[in-house]
């Protein structure tokens, strides 16, 4: 295609949004008119669909609930009126609660004000926070924000050491549905028997953001913490930065939140109307179906200019990758759906796989997220007539016209600045996107029953390692892995075993193994 054609289907396909300044080109996707004339019967299904998920249809059958994440930056939407009298007092409440954190009218007991934060969490109720705080905190933030966001006991220590002159003005932030997940109830543990261990009551430091009459909540409430903050059940983890989870460590940082709302509002608006082109969500879920074959044949390698999104694409793996990696289809059917995605941040890929980008295999798309405003402020020229601004804004486009010149394509996203309104709609985009192409390939976008299975694995391994420890302290002499397997009635998980005990022993545990490492089955091991 020529330039003046390029330059044609450039206007052609360009969306742009007054209110926000928001730019949409998916120009560089070669679908051609009759492609999308094909997916019309498939969008307006979809159009349908969200519009039922929106007005409170049953959307996860599996747990029998609503997806009302929507409902959150406008709760006149919201379909009872019960439901939009809690999220407007869950608000208020945030707000409330931040300003007195910042005045000092709620302080810590051995100081004055609050200094820090530390958030636990994990999934959506980690990945949303830091992506905010990364994009949106000030310089200069009235509490700077610490995540614990593993069950890694050296991450742990490493925020802890931090912080362990300021333990006394540092609020801690629980956030978890159930209160059973055990990564965050691990970090609460650990971060309880730090206070504990410099004689420091916990309960004056602590706020929950939980299911209301969660093990949490209950625990929260019965400890006498200094708040608690509702995690609804219609809200899933990676939708949950609109909700307490994302607002109130923004607020606290002193982030609007009102203005995060805003902007995610007017896209919700905006992702409403039921044309193709007049959609930006619409048109991110056709370029995605186009690129993938609707079977997410190649991956989606999201790259922003801009060093205050730098987690967006991480941000965005769990949503896209939770929300659309599904073994089975709505009807049952098995269909191994999905889009990969991985990124980092332009222009630090000049320097790193953009060599790959452009000459090795073709398994990908690009979306380039570009940043018009290079900052606060004039900026000084590095060479006549050019800034630093200006070189970043020409490696991004250099880069989507050589990859473009040689068979890659790109999607470009252009916000005027970095902002809470723009942050808002970035979220807000992205979650419809990924709605409508669930519905356009027939999954169910809303449950995550692969992260379960997980889960459920892990817990049987805790139980194997506990079945292992007894009858190691009750055999008293060292046993072959088999004969270990085979009295804990686990003859046939005896390389579980091997690793249990490995990592025991690693860990000064109690355990030790015996023989060449190099040759497990002849391993003996035995409890000291």
Do not use: C
């Amino acid at each position: 295609m020529d330039a003046a054609a390029l330059w044609q289907r450039y206007q052609d396909w360009l969306y742009y949004h007054e209110g926000l300044e928001f730019y949409l080109d998916v120009s560089r996707m070669r679908f051609d008119d009759a492609f999308v004339a094909s997916l019309q019967p498939k969008f307006e299904k979809a159009f349908e669909d969200m519009k039922a998920l929106e007005g409170g249809a049953i959307a996860n059958p599996d747990e029998d609930r609503m997806v009302g994440h929507y409902w959150l930056r406008d709760p006149d939407l919201a379909p009872a009126p019960e439901l939009k009298q809690k999220i407007v007092q869950t608000l208020e409440q945030i707000e409330a609660f931040a300003k007195h954190i910042h005045s000092g009218e709620i302080r810590p007991p051995k100081a004055s004000k609050f200094t820090d934060i530390i958030s636990i969490g994990i999934g959506g109720s980690a990945l949303g926070p830091q992506f905010v705080a990364q994009a949106l905190a000030p310089d200069f933030p009235p509490l700077a924000i610490h995540f614990i966001d593993n069950t890694d006991p050296a991450g742990i220590d490493r925020v802890l050491t931090k912080l362990q002159d300021r333990l006394s003005s540092t609020l801690v932030i629980v956030i978890s549905k159930s209160g059973g997940t055990p990564e965050p109830r691990n970090g609460m543990i650990e971060v309880q028997k730090a206070y504990a261990s410099k004689n420091l009551d916990f309960a004056p430091h602590a706020v929950a953001i939980t299911g209301e009459d969660s093990n949490l909540d209950k625990m929260a409430k019965s400890s006498g913490w200094l708040a608690t903050f509702p995690m609804e059940d219609w809200v899933g983890g990676r939708t949950s930065e609109m909700s307490a989870v994302g607002l109130l460590p923004a607020a606290l940082q002193g982030i609007d939140i009102r203005a995060m709302l805003d902007g995610a509002k007017e896209i919700d608006a905006a992702t409403r109307v039921p044309q193709i082109k007049q959609n930006p969500a619409a048109l991110l879920a056709l370029s995605w179906y186009f690129a993938g074959n609707g079977k997410g044949e190649k991956d989606m390698v999201v790259l922003p200019y801009k060093d205050s999104l730098l987690l967006f694409s991480r941000y965005l793996q769990q949503l896209v990758m939770e929300s659309l990696g599904k073994e089975k289809d709505l009807d049952g059917n098995t269909v191994y759906q999905g889009i990969a995605v991985y990124g980092n941040k332009g222009s630090t890929d000049q320097h790193a796989y953009v060599q790959q980008l452009r000459e090795g295999v073709r398994n990908f798309f690009l979306t380039f997220i570009e940043v018009l405003e290079d900052r606060q402020g004039t900026s000084p020229e590095v060479e006549a007539g050019v800034t630093s601004g200006d070189y970043l804004s020409g490696l991004l486009q250099g880069t989507r016209l050589a990859l473009y010149e040689n068979q890659r394509d790109s999607i470009t996203v252009t916000i005027p600045s970095v902002n809470a309104r723009t942050v808002g709609a970035l979220i807000a985009l992205y979650e419809r996107a990924v709605g409508l192409y669930g519905f356009l390939v027939n999954v169910n976008a809303y449950h995550q029953p692969g992260v379960e299975a997980g889960k459920k694995a892990a817990a049987s391994v805790l139980d194997l390692q506990r079945k292992v420890v007894k009858v190691l302290q009750e055999e008293g002499k060292p046993l072959y892995l088999s004969q270990v397997a085979e009295k804990a009635g686990a003859s046939d998980q005896i390389e579980a075993i091997y690793k249990i005990v490995r990592h025991l022993q690693a860990n000064q545990r109690g355990v030790t193994l015996h023989g060449n490492p190099s040759k497990p089955a002849s391993l003996t091991v035995s409890a000291t």
